[in-house]
C-alpha cells in the first residue's frame, strides 16, 4: 500500500470516527454485491454497504438508509467504483466477509467487551473478558 499523505490520514481518521459512531460492537453490517468481474486468476467486486442512520435533520426521529461506502473504503483503503461501491479483488473468499471483519480491526483494534454490547463470548468465552480480535465485532448480513 502506498504511503499516505497528511490529508489522506486526516481523511482516514475522520471516516474512522464516522463508523465508530454509526456502528458500535454488534452492529449488523449489510453488504450487497452490485457488480462482479472474474477472469481465470482473478476477481472484482463491487459491494454496497449500507447502514440505518438516524434522520435528524427533519427533527423527527425516523431511520433513513445511507451509503456508508465512502468512509468504508476510506477506513480500509480500498477503491471506490463509478457506481458508488467498494472495490474488492481476490479469489477464494467472502469479499463481503473479508470488508466486514477488515472493518472490525480497523475500528476495534484493541477489541471489545461482549457483555456491553449484548453480545456472547465467541467460542464459549466470558463475555464479560474483552474479545481482542475487533475483526467479530460484528454481524455480517449479505443480500
Known amino acids: 500500500m502506498a504511503k499516505l499523505t497528511g490529508e489522506q490520514l486526516a481523511r482516514r481518521d475522520q471516516c474512522i470516527a464516522t463508523l465508530r459512531a454509526l456502528l458500535p460492537p454488534g452492529s449488523t453490517i449489510t453488504t450487497a454485491v452490485a457488480d462482479a468481474k472474474m477472469g481465470r486468476s482473478w476477481s472484482s467486486y463491487h459491494l454496497f454497504v449500507p447502514a440505518l442512520e438516524m434522520d435528524h435533520g427533519t427533527g423527527k426521529k425516523k431511520w433513513v438508509v445511507k451509503s456508508i461506502a465512502w468512509e468504508v473504503a476510506n477506513a480500509l483503503g480500498l477503491q471506490r467504483c463509478p457506481l458508488g461501491a467498494v472495490k474488492s479483488h481476490g479469489y477464494g473468499l467472502s469479499r463481503s466477509f473479508e470488508i466486514v471483519y477488515d472493518l472490525g ?22 463475555p464479560k473478558i474483552r474479545d481482542t480480535d475487533g475483526g467479530y465485532a460484528f454481524h455480517e448480513d449479505r443480500n
Open 105 to 126: 480491526r480497523v475500528l476495534y483494534p484493541k477489541g471489545f467487551i461482549p457483555a456491553k454490547h449484548g453480545m456472547r463470548g465467541r467460542n464459549g468465552t466470558d
